[in-house]
């Protein structure tokens, strides 16, 4: 087997990927193809515990997060797990992670669902020794300083789905989970959609409640018991620790998410929109999914004008929820909305107060190794990405210079639906996003069945029946290589490939738990 | 060790009992006491399964139970689970049975979470050898037929709380999970809540939904995916049959729960609810537990109205949820109710509709070897009993004749409450129900704060702090021995003794999977 520098063993997985053979010490199994991997054996568990070790009045409150992690039995090497479902404004993993540094441990391995930039202070814990490395997404700094090959072990990337399928499967054992929650009990019972660090869901924080040795959920809103309704179970929960705040609100959700402006992006939006109508995907009891960013929400606005005018409605939209899935839900359009995480404030007071509005979790939506999942029930799915090459390959966390800047979220997970539209500029700051090549496979291209972009509409060529349903239309379908060779010409050649060395310092896993690709460090 | 004639080794346990140390082929531990027995290990788990041996559309309906059976690999010697929310109205049980029992296949375990004078179908099974023997509670005939010795196997008897322990921890593992559920789509997500054989809750059938190797939901209301709200999750569901009919509603539900008419058992009520409202337990914020019985509905009643004069708010109160519970949530004397099954019709039209009404699972309410479970936390719960002796200890599953009639439902769960109350008749048909010694110990007397009957309420003398609280009181409280003797005189003396062999035909399990005693065949 070919080996790095370093004598990291490589292999080349069905993708035709190099990957490594083996990862932070654990073998791999490199990437076989769609559907070609079969699990065997039987899940993970974790302890059985007893209620006589636990008080009778159900009272798990200590007086902070440095005693409950004692309490726990912290230690060096261990895996300690957050959830993102406050985002940029989270302020308890930090927390978390700062305590056990005064604890004193070292190597630890920081298991969140995803990091954002506010905490870059895990930076100076990694060059403390206290975090050896972090598997999970990673936004921003953090991902940055991997590329740079600064991080001692090697980060794991995984999608929603395929982090709940690593902790179910006992790929990843969590040694404590420190789950921080908007509103909880003195038993634990905790839910995220009341109080004033409220984020909606908190489904990311499931698996880790359900899996993890301990359990030490963190509140700033104690109520009574019984905190209800309740997503966490307080019969996972070991300790509950009262703190002054959870997270900054103005950062957890966003009063107000913004539909783009840019002339471009509202086109690719009404392209898409229009799509799904012409395609006849868009149809009485049809659904769909659609994230938080600016195509996106103005997709979803256009879509719901088609609805209206079509008289068609919706059986269930899949979430991240924002205003435009409520307002679908309030007038009508659709009679469910199935959400993973909740983006602005009118998302969070619906899944509060709406039973219509649903909690799900990675486990129903997204995770592959169950008996079926949600996302495959999705007619169309609307996603972006930062590269797609021209077999429709796509990536979504590194930039084409190589830098690692964005985790990989239900990405994967949702490439499951019957329709998967990638919805894209074809260039950003004057860089194509069609490519020869993907810089990191995030996605295989038989699974992304249409790329949108304001020149043009390409559809994967294996989906002959997308092709047939939009002949005749006065929508731009194009072939995707046409569209980039346009591209090509306008920024003046195709992008520049980044110097990345021969090390990895992470991987990119597919649902399934086999190395799709590697993240090379940057020199 | 001693053996009885069959051979079957026996140990006395730290409960005064003899019991058997093997039962059905698996080592037992014989009760050590209250709190004494700490489990080890982790819980056990079912196969991780793929999404690629599921249909991407979700649908997993098949033909019938017999096609759904044969699917998931049913023969000789398995284990079949079901559920009795629809109580004695349940055709599913035997239906999939009688399935079985075409296929061919001999030798099966029969788990039922509880098995009903309807069901007594499968006296025939276990005649003609498809069934083994039946682990669960067996009310009526069943329990009979165990008695009279002609099972092949011992029976097991488990409270809700210890069957979930038992599954969880891998003490039985279910092969075959066939789930009646009164809504489900296609993709197997299921609820009790709604349709012409609603039930309420389906919390019974959790744990087999989790646990089990396979799992077929059983439905005659199919909806379209999702089916909101789900309490089982289609993701771990193999196949979904429809067929016309779940179960009989009539015997389902009661259209409304009956209080008793009898002086005696009012008085006792009363007794009860006085008691309470003494003793100081019944406050602001307070929490109580009380069954579906003509004696435990009558109590609600009057507590209902002591807690208006009195201007007292209950923060929860536990289900079985009947009219009488959902009055106290409607008129603002509960904040909410915690339900583990739903009795009559007002029970399943407010947990449909009012989020304050609450579906619990025994994970939730009872299970032992979880981080604590409510149970523990109520103040207050008044149960029934077939006997009670002098210490305390009672009988909920034999009678005085020897004769297994009963399961132990949630009984021994609520033990774990603040004060226990058994609310009992001080005799039946003229045998008195306080004994010397119970026939079949179900529940040890350290546990059990009180015992109220009609010439008297009976304060354990471990609990002094009770018997201060009393001092004083118009409440006619006297010593258990003097209630005794005054019943014995009014029947003629003690119970006869019950002509019992040396042949265990069931254990009874204490909720830490222990075994706590001995059901003997009655000659």
Same mark, same amino acid.
């Given at each position: ?279 006849? +995907? ?16 103005a997709f979803v606005d256009y ?12 059986? /269930? ?30 998302g969070v007071r619906s899944i ?74 074809? /260039? ?19 699974? +992304? ?33 046409? +569209? ?29 738990g086999t190395v799709l690709d ?6």
């Amino acid at each position: 087997m070919p080996k790095t520098q370093e004598q990291v063993e490589l292999a080349q997985n069905a993708a035709g990927r190099m990957v490594p053979a083996v990862v932070n010490g654990h073998a791999q199994v490199p990437y076989l193809g769609v559907g070609k991997y079969g699990p065997n054996g039987r899940k993970g568990a974790p302890p059985v515990r007893s209620s006589r070790d636990y008080r009778k009045d159900g009272d798990k409150r200590v007086v902070d997060l440095e005693t409950a992690l004692r309490e726990c039995g912290l230690r060096d090497g261990m895996v300690i797990s957050n959830h993102h479902h406050l985002r940029d404004g989270d302020r308890v993993a930090l927390m978390a992670l700062e305590a056990a540094a005064r604890i004193g441990v070292k190597d630890l391995t920081w298991f969140p669902s995803a990091s954002f930039p506010s905490q870059k202070g895990a930076i100076e814990l990694m060059e403390r020794g206290v975090i050896h490395h972090i598997e999970g997404s990673m936004n921003g700094p953090l991902g940055d300083y991997c590329t740079q090959g600064k991080m001692r072990g090697m980060g794991v990337l995984r999608s929603h789905g395929g982090r709940w399928q690593a902790v179910q499967d006992g790929e990843v054992h969590i040694d404590i989970a420190a789950i921080a929650a908007p509103a909880a009990d003195p038993f634990g019972n905790a839910d995220g959609s009341h109080g004033r660090s409220a984020c909606g869901s908190l489904g990311f924080a499931l698996a880790d409640s359900m899996y993890a040795d301990h359990v030490i959920v963190v509140t700033d809103n104690l109520v009574p018991f019984p905190c209800v309704p309740w997503q966490i179970q307080g019969n996972n929960v070991d300790f509950v620790v009262e703190v002054g705040s959870i997270g900054d609100p103005a950062k957890i959700v966003s009063g107000t998410t913004q539909i783009t402006r840019s002339p471009d992006r509202i086109r690719i939006a009404e392209f898409v929109a229009r799509f799904l109508r012409e395609s006849g +995907i868009m149809r009485n009891g049809f659904s769909f999914q659609a994230g938080a960013g600016g195509i996106a929400l103005a997709f979803v606005d256009y879509l719901r004008r088609m609805m209206k005018e079509d008289g068609v409605k919706a059986r /269930f939209v899949r979430g991240g929820s924002t205003k435009y899935l409520v307002d679908l839900l309030q007038e009508g359009l659709t009679d469910y909305i199935l959400d993973g995480q909740t983006f602005d404030l009118d998302g969070v007071r619906s899944i509060a107060s709406d039973p219509r509005h649903v909690a799900t979790s990675p486990f129903t939506s997204y995770n592959y190794h169950g008996k079926g999942n949600f996302a495959s029930m999705v007619d169309a799915v609307v996603l972006g990405a930062t590269e797609v090459d021209v077999n429709f390959n796509a990536n979504v966390v590194t930039h084409s210079d190589g830098r690692l800047l964005h985790g990989i979220g239900g990405w994967q997970n949702c490439l499951e639906a019957g329709c998967t539209i990638l919805a894209l500029p074809s /260039f950003r700051d004057r860089i194509p996003v069609i490519v020869d090549e993907v810089t990191t496979l995030t996605g295989p291209g038989e699974l +992304i069945d249409v790329v949108a972009t304001e020149r043009g509409i390409a559809i994967n060529p294996q989906r002959q029946d997308l092709l047939d349903a939009m002949k005749g239309s006065n929508l731009p379908i194009r072939p995707i290589r046409e +569209i980039k060779a346009e591209v090509e010409k306008i920024c003046g050649g195709k992008p520049a490939r980044p110097k990345m060395g021969d090390r990895p310092v992470a991987v990119v896993k597919w649902v399934d738990g086999t190395v799709l690709d590697t993240v090379w460090q940057v020199s």
